[in-house]
């Protein structure tokens, strides 16, 4: 063989490797944009939204944090661990009416909250999966 084809193969090998490596990573899409990873969250009814506010403030805020991103007794909501694909709606209407035992992060558990219609939760899951539409991913473990 010519030394030329061996060069010509060996480089052909290289940019292979580097297109698998590069476009082959993750099954994820990135973001483009912060890198955050983002998952198929359909565009929310923004009458839900504008009313999920309020009662997300006023029943999730002060743990999960006025922004969703956490605060020192409670995770952020915009970690890839509340994506809908590993907790989905069901999941956030079971945490409010039953509480959540610690196990994802040291915060303690989350308690039952009280006097929460499911209309309610129906407004605050759409607020929450808005924002992580719009804002994408944080990494777990952060
Ligand atoms: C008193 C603090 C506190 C309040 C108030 C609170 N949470 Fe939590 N929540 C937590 C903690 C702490 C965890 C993490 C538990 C763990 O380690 O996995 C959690 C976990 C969760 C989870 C994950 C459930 C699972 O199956 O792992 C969801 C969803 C959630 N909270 C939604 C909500 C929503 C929605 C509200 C408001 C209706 C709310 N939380 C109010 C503290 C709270």
Known sequence: MKRTTVIAIVLAGVVIAVVA???????MP???MNGTTRFDIPTQDPMLVVEGEPRYQAYCASCHGTDLRGTAVGPSLLSVI????H????AYVLAAA????AHHWN?????PIP??????????IAFIREHQRIQGFEAYPP
């Open 107 to 111: 915060f303690g558990d989350m308690p």
């Open 21 to 27: 490596i590069v476009f082959g990573g993750s099954s």
């Open 87 to 90: 907790h989905p709606d069901d």
């Open 30 to 32: 990135r973001d483009p």
């Open 115 to 124: 006097n929460l219609a499911q209309a309610d939760m129906t407004r605050i």
């Open 98 to 101: 039953r509480g959540v035992p």
């Open 82 to 85: 509340y994506q809908p694909g």
